[in-house]
């Protein structure tokens, strides 16, 4: 593997490290290609018109990968120009599943089980340990042209991000 270890995530009282780091403020978000729950490939393209948050996490049946799927889709509920993408090492189905199961009304997931390189790519590829070949969770904010404007990238794994920063990057207030 080829790149920087930089970041470090703590699980369970112990700490572990991604490989390289999230994209930068005011780069261009690499380019993707993951599966949607209809089993389509997409890219970032699929949302070319929109601005996208994007919550990558360890998996949607983590209790605070989910709280934070949740509680991302109920203040992104009636921002029609926003793009809710949940990306995880999760089956398509799972994500399909859990979208159902809590009458999700905006987020995508999206699975990147199909390409390898998005956690590389994105920095979040957790490297060692027990949850190594997973990713550690972040939440980045894209413009419309797929510009970097918020980044986060959580070393805890069971907090949750910064809802109101992430939405503010977009000019949009949130009351939590």
């Given at each position: ?65 989910a709280r934070a ?61 027990p949850l190594a ?14 510009t970097i404007v ?27």
């Amino acid at each position: 593997m080829s790149g920087t270890i930089v970041a470090k995530i703590r699980f369970e009282n112990a700490s572990y490290q991604t490989h390289g780091e999230l994209p930068r403020i005011g780069s261009h978000a690499p380019d993707v290609s993951l599966v949607n729950t209809r089993l389509h490939d997409v890219s970032l393209m699929h949302w070319s018109d929109k601005r996208k948050i994007m919550y990558i996490g360890i998996s949607v049946d983590s209790e605070a990968s989910a709280r934070a799927v949740i509680r991302f889709d109920e203040y992104a509920a009636g921002c029609d120009d926003i793009a809710l993408l949940i990306v995880s090492y999760d089956l398509p189905f799972a994500h399909k599943r859990f979208g159902q199961a809590h009458d999700l009304q905006v987020a995508e997931g999206l699975s990147a089980i199909r390409h390898a390189g998005f956690g590389e790519n994105y920095g979040v590829l957790i490297v060692d340990g027990p949850l190594a070949g997973m990713f550690s969770p972040a939440v980045l904010v894209l413009d419309e042209n797929n510009t970097i404007v918020h980044r986060e990238h959580l070393e805890d794994i069971t907090a949750e991000p910064d809802y109101k920063a992430a939405f503010r990057a977009l000019g949009i207030d949130i009351d939590e």
